[in-house]
């Protein structure tokens, strides 16, 4: 065969975290007992009253394509969610359904950045961050966070760093891989930042409902009640709130001729979203909101649990996240130790090692750019995390 795959493959990494999922699958399709930390998802299944929707969206024929922005009885659901939830008021023009808050994103960074620009990317930041920029053909500029503030932004990092071809800065709080939230002073500071320099702030936001310590404020809020006027793009999710990871249903809202832009590119993209998911996404966001503080409830215990557990191993230290379902813990006291001949030189070595010795899948957050970290999910029961970390403590033991 002769072909050349582009260059835009060879610069892109693949996604690690579900590389890491792809191994937990394997090990346990080879019978192995694996506990899986890896996973961004909830363990909980879809609640019944949307399933339900869906169920019924099909028997009464919403198997077509639809509108391409999406479902116009969506867009309106959501309107009025962001309103309720987000203090926010948009038209049913000023939002884009895509298959999933994943696409969103991508199509966001294609729509708006281009060759030569730069985009503030902070560190930690979910993997796909840094390759959402590059496929635009734009440069991800890593800032520092600052891990005792809610891995806040280092403002100190963000001005040694200024540089005219910056045309943008994504956010992402609560934080995937950190589940740290920030606070107001930190947002406001940015979108001020963003305003005097003509900066689109992207703000991932897709885990709005999981925040255990206080109340969550979209960064889109305190731009209008602050009458800053900074452009900003708000990309949301149904996956985490509702358990809905499968159904593929995200969506953007933000300026009118941004999400025209968007939708124009993912119209030739994948056309529109998953027709039934947008059915039952209308009942997720006007239905009983019940299920949603059930699972906030749940994650916050696991929370509690795994933090503690992690604390108790010796040499680990894990700050206590205020949103999502990630711990963070610090492995820094292992780096460059000790195990079975092999120097442990970063944490992939760390997590490869926990694999090997305790069938207990983590993921290396030198993949999020935070050597020393590990992430760990809770996004699982308590009787899986006690097993789990203890596993883990086991198989510190060893490393001299």
Excluded at 99 to 119: H, P
Excluded at 293 to 321: G, S, Y
Excluded at 324 to 346: C, M, Q, T
Aim: with cysteine; charged share 25%.
């Amino acid at each position: 065969m002769n072909y050349k795959l582009s260059d835009r493959v060879h610069k892109v990494k693949p996604s690690f975290t579900l590389q890491m999922a792809t191994i937990a699958a394997e090990m346990r399709a080879e019978g192995l007992d694996v506990i899986n930390f890896s996973v961004g998802e909830p363990d909980f299944n879809t609640p019944e009253h949307i399933i339900s929707a869906g169920k019924l969206a099909m028997d009464q024929g919403y198997t077509k394509y639809t509108a391409g922005p999406g479902m116009i009885e969506f867009r309106q659901a959501i309107c009025e969610k962001l309103k309720r939830e987000n203090g926010i008021t948009y038209d049913k023009e000023d939002i884009l359904v895509s298959n999933g808050e994943k696409q969103s994103l991508y199509t966001a960074c294609q729509a708006l950045f281009g060759a030569g620009d730069k985009v503030i990317v902070l560190s930690p930041y979910w993997v796909s961050f840094p390759e959402f920029v590059r496929l635009a053909d734009a440069e991800p500029l890593l800032v520092d966070t600052i891990p005792e503030h809610n891995f806040e932004p280092d403002f100190d990092d963000i001005q040694a760093k200024m540089d005219p071809n910056i045309k943008g800065i994504i956010i992402n709080s609560p934080s995937n891989p950190t589940g740290g939230v920030w606070g107001e002073e930190a947002i406001l500071k940015l979108l001020r930042i963003a305003k005097e320099n003509d900066w689109t702030i992207i703000s991932d936001e897709c885990y709005e409902r999981l925040v255990y310590d206080g109340k969550f404020i979209s960064t889109e809020n305190l731009n209008r009640n602050y009458n800053i006027n900074a452009t900003v793009v708000t990309c949301l999710s149904l996956s985490k709130t509702y358990a809905m990871t499968g159904w593929r249903i995200g969506y953007t809202a933000g300026p009118r001729e941004i999400i025209k832009a968007m939708s124009k590119l993912q119209g030739q993209a994948t056309s529109c979203a998953n027709s039934i998911g947008q059915k039952a996404g209308i009942e997720a966001l006007s239905g009983d909101q019940t299920c949603v503080e059930e699972m906030k409830t749940a994650f916050k215990k696991r929370r509690d649990l795994i933090v503690q557990l992690l604390n108790d191993i010796p040499n680990v230290t894990c700050q206590t996240p205020g949103g999502a379902f990630y711990a963070f813990p610090d492995f820094s006291y292992f780096l460059n130790k000790a195990v079975n001949g092999k120097i442990l030189k970063d944490t992939f070595d760390i997590s490869e090692h926990i694999l090997h010795t305790a069938s207990v899948v983590t993921v290396p957050g030198d993949g999020f750019g935070a050597p020393g970290h590990i992430r760990f999910s809770y996004a699982t029961n308590t009787s899986i995390i006690k097993k789990g970390i203890e596993r883990i403590r086991s198989a510190l033991e060893n490393i001299t």
